[in-house]
């Protein structure tokens, strides 16, 4: 547990992974220090369905296999399995996508 972390609202989720409607597919983090957690589906608009959330704790508990170590700023990590992941960088495209 990380119980004695302070929680900060420094991430965003789909209302999907908040819910645990859907698993957390991909996680980013923008250079900005915004951190993303994404169902990966494409049925949704993130300015209204993205929820602030903690990114120490989403990790805890929604990203098994991955620490936020793992992902530099400008980077993206994509779920392979329940805790396997790999980690590019994003992409210009994804970069402004996330900004817009
Ligand atoms: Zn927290
Ligand atoms: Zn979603």
Known sequence: MTADHKHDKNAIAC??????KRPVMIV????DGLWQFMCGKADHTKAKQAKKVCAACMF???APGITPEEIPAGHIAERQTKTSWTVRALTDAEKNEIEG
Do not use: K, M
């Open 60 to 62: 805890e508990t929604h």
């Open 28 to 31: 980013s983090y923008d250079g």
């Open 15 to 20: 209302n999907h992974v908040v819910r645990r």
